[in-house]
């Protein structure tokens, strides 16, 4: 499998993990497996603040939010991601596993 295509599923797993925020119509944030990062829409490219967007010019944070914008069906993977995560810490929350703050 050549990297550009295991990029393309990390973002998949990220987006159904529910674990990209939008915080404004220009701005992301994205957890991502070795870190946290920012994601901003630029004109007509997006833009990532990551070693590997750096790097390549392209990273699974950056895929993952242009998945978001451009297909609705990714939208909708990472709606149900972000429920089914925020049920599992309530979950978490009932069972006495983790306290909130």
Do not use: T
Not at 26 to 33: A, E, S
Not at 66 to 95: C, F, M, S, V
């Amino acid at each position: 499998m050549d990297s550009v295509h295991k990029l393309f599923r990390k973002a998949e797993r990220i987006i159904s993990e529910g674990r990209v925020v939008r915080i404004s119509p220009y701005m992301f944030y994205v957890i991502g497996d070795h870190g946290k990062y920012f994601v901003y829409v630029d004109k007509s490219k997006v833009k990532c603040l990551c070693p590997g967007y750096r790097k390549r010019g392209y990273c699974s944070h950056s895929i993952s939010v242009l998945l978001i914008l451009l297909r609705k069906e990714y939208r909708e993977a990472l709606e149900k991601g972000l429920r089914d995560r925020l049920e599992h810490q309530l979950e978490l929350i009932k069972a006495g596993r983790i306290h909130p703050r």
